[in-house]
C-alpha cells in the first residue's frame, strides 16, 4: 500500500493541469505517520508522501538517464509525473524512483486519472489521508 496526503495529490494535479499540455515532473517525498497531524490509525512508522519539490523549469539539463540532478537522491522517495497526452502509467521517458506517481486529465483524484507505480510499472494499491504534516516555519 502507498500512502499519499490529500494535500499533496492536490498540488501535484493543480501543477499538472496548470502545465497542459507540457508535461511536469517532480520529487515526492515522505514524512512518517507519526509525525501527522490526523493520521490516525496508521502504524508511526508508515511512511506518507506528504512533500514536493517544485519543478525545476529546465529539466532536460537537470535530468540525465532518468535522474534528477538537481534533488538530492536522499530526499526524494518518489516522483510524480504528468501525462498530458497518454495512458495511467509508467513510460521508458519518465524519471524513475522507489514509488512514481502517475497523473493524466481530467486532472481529478480517480482510479483512471492518479495512480502509484513501481520503477517497474506494477501498480500498487493508493491510500489518500487526510493529515497534515505539522506545522512549520522559516525560522524553525
Same mark, same amino acid.
Given at each position: 500500500?502507498?500512502?499519499?496526503?490529500?494535500?499533496?495529490?492536490?498540488?501535484?494535479?493543480?501543477l499538472?493541469?496548470?502545465?497542459?499540455p507540457?508535461?511536469?515532473?517532480?520529487?515526492?517525498?515522505?514524512? #512518517?505517520? $507519526?509525525? @501527522? &497531524?490526523?493520521?490516525?490509525?496508521?502504524?508511526?512508522?508508515?511512511? +506518507? %508522501?506528504?512533500?514536493?519539490?517544485?519543478?525545476?523549469?529546465?529539466?532536460?539539463?537537470?535530468?540525465?538517464?532518468?535522474?534528477?540532478?538537481?534533488?538530492?537522491?536522499?530526499?526524494?522517495?518518489?516522483?510524480?509525473?504528468?501525462? #498530458?497526452? $497518454?495512458? @495511467? &502509467?509508467?513510460?521508458r521517458?519518465?524519471?524513475?524512483?522507489?514509488? +512514481? %506517481?502517475?497523473?493524466?486529465?481530467?486532472?481529478?483524484?480517480?482510479?483512471?486519472?492518479?495512480?502509484?507505480?513501481?520503477?517497474?510499472?506494477?501498480?500498487?494499491?493508493?491510500?489518500?489521508?487526510?493529515?497534515?504534516?505539522?506545522?512549520?516555519?522559516?525560522?524553525?
Open positions: 500500500m502507498v500512502y499519499v496526503t490529500r494535500a499533496l495529490v492536490d498540488v501535484l494535479l493543480d499538472a493541469s496548470d502545465a497542459d507540457d508535461d511536469v515532473t517532480t520529487g515526492v517525498s515522505v514524512s #512518517p505517520a $507519526g509525525d @501527522l &497531524e490526523g493520521a490516525d490509525g496508521l502504524p508511526a512508522e508508515t511512511p +506518507v %508522501f506528504t512533500d514536493f519539490y517544485l519543478p525545476d523549469p529546465g529539466n532536460s539539463v537537470n535530468a540525465v538517464f532518468g535522474v534528477d540532478l538537481s534533488t538530492p537522491a536522499r530526499q526524494a522517495q518518489g516522483r510524480f509525473v504528468s501525462h #498530458p497526452v $497518454g495512458e @495511467l &502509467e509508467v513510460t521517458r519518465d524519471d524513475l524512483a522507489e514509488i +512514481v %506517481f502517475v497523473a493524466v486529465p481530467p486532472w481529478t483524484v480517480e482510479e483512471r486519472s492518479f495512480a502509484a507505480f513501481d520503477r517497474s510499472g506494477e501498480r500498487h494499491p493508493l491510500e489518500i489521508v487526510d493529515a497534515l504534516p505539522p506545522g512549520q516555519s522559516l525560522t524553525d
